[in-house]
């Protein structure tokens, strides 16, 4: 068995959100290294591929880098990547599964893509995704994510950007892209919100630190 407080052996998957690229996660990638962590960080395009499609074609690269782990595997992912995670341990839960740290993640949907879907521009805007970030999810593309039944801990973020028009369509608190009680699931082990905004959360020198505290401890350091 893994003892999950252990750096050494452990890796960690990056996955990053919707219309990113893995060049996105390097500063949280850089940092975890110092820690000590082996890190992968696939690309995915969620414009192209469905999620079902986006977890098979990642699933032999993160296979791969498992490979060369003598410690548990964790996640950290950003907005999208945490439903992509949940796609991932739903299709083919690893026995090396450590923890799993979402950053601002869709688990609720967000009301900009009740917005673009509702004005017929899902899919020009959100591509072949879309359904999966609105709010009222379907039956079928929740059994796709699965339930929660791992170590999961959820940083969420209360800065937007732009504070205005996100307050038109979204409830508050909300980083202007996903409300704090979006990020939410059951099932989650522990929660957290912190001054960031959605873009770049995963950049935050604050958020970092949080996202290590979990990997090594099952919770979020909130003395």
Not at 57 to 78: E, K, Y
Not at 87 to 107: C, H, T
Not at 125 to 149: F, Y
């Amino acid at each position: 068995m893994y003892r999950l407080d252990e750096v050494q052996g452990a890796g960690v998957v990056l996955l990053h959100g919707h219309g990113r690229t893995a060049r996105s996660m390097r500063i949280l990638s850089r940092r975890l290294q110092s820690e000590g962590y082996m890190t992968y960080a696939p690309r995915y395009s969620s414009f192209r591929h469905s999620l079902p499609e986006i977890v098979t074609r990642l699933q032999p690269g993160i296979s791969d880098f498992q490979a060369a782990l003598s410690g548990p595997r964790h996640f950290v992912t950003h907005s999208l990547g945490g439903l992509i995670a949940r796609g991932l341990i739903n299709a083919s839960r690893p026995k090396s599964l450590g923890r799993v740290v979402m950053l601002a993640p869709p688990n609720g949907g967000s009301e900009w893509a009740d917005l673009a879907i509702r004005l017929r521009l899902g899919r020009v805007v959100l591509g072949r995704v879309a359904t999966m970030l609105q709010t009222r999810r379907a039956a079928m593309d929740e059994a796709q994510l699965g339930s929660v039944d791992f170590d999961l801990g959820i940083i969420a973020g209360d800065v937007a950007f732009d504070p205005l028009f996100p307050r038109l369509i979204m409830p508050k608190p909300n980083d202007g892209k996903v409300s704090v009680a979006a990020t939410k699931i059951f099932g989650m082990l522990d929660h957290i919100t912190l001054p960031a905004s959605h873009p770049f959360m995963m950049n935050n020198r604050i958020v970092t630190q949080q996202v290590l505290a979990f990997l090594r401890r099952g919770q979020f350091d909130k003395s």
